[in-house]
T-cell receptor
Framework: QQQVKQSPQSLIVQKGGISIINCAYE??????FPWYQQFPGKGPALLIA?????SEKKEGRFTISFNKSAKQFSLHIMDSQPGDSATYFC???????????FGTGTRLQVTL | GAVVSQHPSRVICKSGTSVKIECRSL??????MFWYRQFPKKSLMLMAT?????????EQGVEKDKFLINHASLTLSTLTVTSAHPEDSSFYIC?????????FGPGTRLTVT
């Protein structure tokens, strides 16, 4: 019930391409879905987040698509750049100040 | 805004000693802070949830007598690893909650020799 499944485990994308990472959840009580970006040896940084009352949220090159009926959400990185090479984690929580349930992470490599 | 700091960033200690890690929210007050542990190339594992002025809530399997958490103020939480052993070597990360959002510190690399 508390799991968040993330795929793929790793992803290689050419510069300028679109990176797509998918997550699926089971707990229908989840109502907050953030994405975090983590560089080696650093803490995760909040990238973008969505609430279930909208199906899509865009911030710059980053877009979250949310499908409530399928219990799935995804991160799209447009015009991927080498600087985007990092590990990305999806997460989910419910209620304010509640603990996050993390996906297993996706290592993204953007090649020249 | 929403900056979280951790100190120290790296620490090496001998087996049997205790180590304290500080987590501070620099520009906001956080009623709830979280402590995570992360192994290489793995996801974050929640260790405990810390609320200001009350006892921490530990996740199943986390020894509360070994990982002491104190949340003394709305901007400071500390994690003390007591009687550290090599298996406690890891990357420890804190986060501070503001409404739904959690902001993470830069992490502390603990090496126990």
């Amino acid at each position: 019930q508390q799991q968040v499944k993330q795929s793929p485990q790793s992803l290689i994308v050419q510069k300028g391409g679109i990176s797509i990472i998918n997550c699926a959840y089971e707990n229908t009580a989840f109502d907050y879905f953030p994405w975090y970006q983590q560089f080696p040896g650093k803490g995760p940084a909040l990238l973008i987040a969505i609430r279930p009352d909208v199906s899509e949220k865009k911030e710059g090159r980053f877009t979250i698509s949310f499908n409530k009926s399928a219990k799935q959400f995804s991160l799209h990185i447009m015009d991927s750049q080498p600087g985007d090479s990092a590990t990305y984690f999806c997460a989910a929580s419910h209620n304010t100040a509640s603990k996050l349930t993390f996906g297993t992470g996706t290592r993204l490599q953007v090649t020249l | 805004g929403a900056v979280v700091s951790q100190h120290p960033s790296r620490v090496i200690c001998k087996s049997g000693t205790s180590v304290k890690i500080e987590c501070r929210s620099l520009d906001f007050q956080a009623t709830t802070m979280f402590w995570y542990r992360q192994f290489p190339k793995k996801s974050l594992m929640l260790m405990a949830t810390s609320n200001e002025g009350s006892k921490a809530t530990y996740e199943q399997g986390v020894e509360k007598d070994k990982f002491l958490i104190n949340h003394a103020s709305l901007t400071l939480s500390t994690l003390t690893v007591t009687s550290a052993h090599p298996e406690d070597s890891s990357f420890y990360i804190c986060s501070a909650g503001v409404s739904y959002e959690q902001y993470f510190g830069p992490g502390t690399r603990l090496t126990v020799t």
